[in-house]
């Protein structure tokens, strides 16, 4: 079964930044598409980054420009820089597959707030 570990929020002003990390354990690490989520106060949970077994990475609009996800196989572990950080990017961040599995990790809480 796959387990997945999410690490890195916090506490930050609007404009700071912030890294998350999501190790992910088993051997097929290499071969999946990983995503980033998440889940803002009384919102649904939503994808906000994806990243191909080969790289190739997509983004939620609200998002673009600002963020960017990363994946070293080596470590079987993907990121998420956060940058330009918003208020409304407060929520609590998950990492899954994409598509996801029927279960979720701990997640970690992103709070923006001057």
């Known amino acids: 079964q796959v387990q997945l570990v999410e690490s890195g929020g916090g506490l930050v002003q609007p404009g700071g930044s912030l890294r998350l990390s999501c190790t992910v354990s088993?051997?097929?690490?290499?071969?999946?598409?990983v995503a980033w989520y998440r889940q803002g106060p009384g919102k649904p949970r939503e994808l906000v980054a994806r990243?191909?077994?080969?790289?190739?990475?997509t983004y939620h609009d609200s998002v673009k420009g600002r963020f960017t996800i990363s994946r070293d196989n080596a470590k079987s572990t993907v990121y998420l820089q956060m940058n330009s950080l918003k208020f409304e990017d407060t929520a609590v961040y998950y990492c899954n597959l994409d598509p996801h599995l029927p279960y979720w990790g701990q997640g970690t809480q992103v709070t923006v707030s001057s």
């Open positions: 088993g051997s097929i690490f290499k071969f999946l598409t």
């Open positions: 990243i191909t077994n080969g790289g190739s990475t």
